[in-house]
T-cell receptor, first 117, second 114 residues
Framework: AQTVTQSQPEMSVQEAETVTLSCTYD???????LFWYKQPPSRQMILVIR??????QNATENRFSVNFQKAAKSFSLKISDSQLGDTAMYFCAFSGRTQGGSEKLVFGKGTKLTVNP | GAGVSQSPSNKVTEKGKDVELRCDPI?????LYWYRQRLGQGLEFLIY????????KSGLPSDRFSAERTGGSVSTLTIQRTQQEDSAVYLC????????????FGEGSRLTVL
């Protein structure tokens, strides 16, 4: 079974600084997707960034970028120029072929990020 | 609607009662998922629908939990004889189909069992 581990329950960063959130996963598959989702207090889960395992190039979306190390099964999220609106729970997630072909997302337990003014 | 809609937003019930939670996915999305999120925890997969069928029910925690989907659209998650440990936010998500990778989530239904 696939597992996703986020070892940092809470983190804080000063506004405009850079922060990196860690994520490791375990799978025997060779092709899969990895995601970072953001969940602000409103509860709405929002996709931040996506990485396809067969692509070696790290994904980037504006201030958000990932460091994908396939051999190490590591997928960290870097947030540059942190903004107050980045305060949220961040979940790392894995998607691969599973029972019934569901490609369900398996989530980590999350990292609570607080951006301080 | 433009997004995934869930109702009720909040539900308080007494132990032993049955509850129904509703999810209206994005129009045209064939795949629908239910997740459970306990306070301060990550998301636990419950069930996956492709169209009206549920090929993956592996996450349903007990036979008190069931779900159906009709017309390839609206889904209902039913919890019978609720217990206090059922208290959680129940999130629904939909996607256009396999290999898209991205799930679109609703805001969830917060269930509190007294």
């Amino acid at each position: 079974a696939q597992t996703v581990t986020q070892s940092q329950p809470e983190m804080s960063v000063q506004e405009a600084e850079t922060v990196t959130l860690s994520c490791t996963y375990d799978t025997s598959e060779s092709n899969y997707y990895l995601f970072w989702y953001k969940q602000p207090p409103s509860r709405q889960m929002i996709l931040v960034i996506r990485q396809e395992a067969y692509k070696q190039q790290n994904a980037t979306e504006n201030r958000f970028s990932v460091n994908f190390q396939k051999a190490a099964k590591s997928f960290s999220l870097k947030i540059s120029d942190s903004q107050l609106g980045d305060t949220a729970m961040y979940f790392c997630a894995f998607s691969g072929r599973t029972q019934g072909g569901s490609e369900k997302l398996v989530f980590g337990k999350g990292t609570k990020l607080t951006v301080n003014p | 609607g433009a997004g995934v809609s869930q109702s009720p937003s909040n539900k308080v019930t007494e132990k032993g009662k049955d509850v129904e939670l509703r999810c209206d996915p994005i129009s045209g999305h064939t795949a629908l998922y239910w997740y459970r999120q306990r306070l301060g925890q990550g998301l636990e997969f419950l069930i996956y629908f492709q169209g009206n069928s549920a090929p993956d029910k592996s996450g349903l925690p007990s036979d008190r939990f069931s779900a159906e989907r009709t017309g390839g659209s609206v889904s209902t998650l039913t919890i019978q004889r609720t217990q206090q440990e059922d208290s959680a936010v129940y999130l629904c998500a939909s996607t256009a189909g396999p290999n898209t990778g991205e799930l679109f989530f609703g805001e969830g239904s917060r269930l509190t069992v007294l």
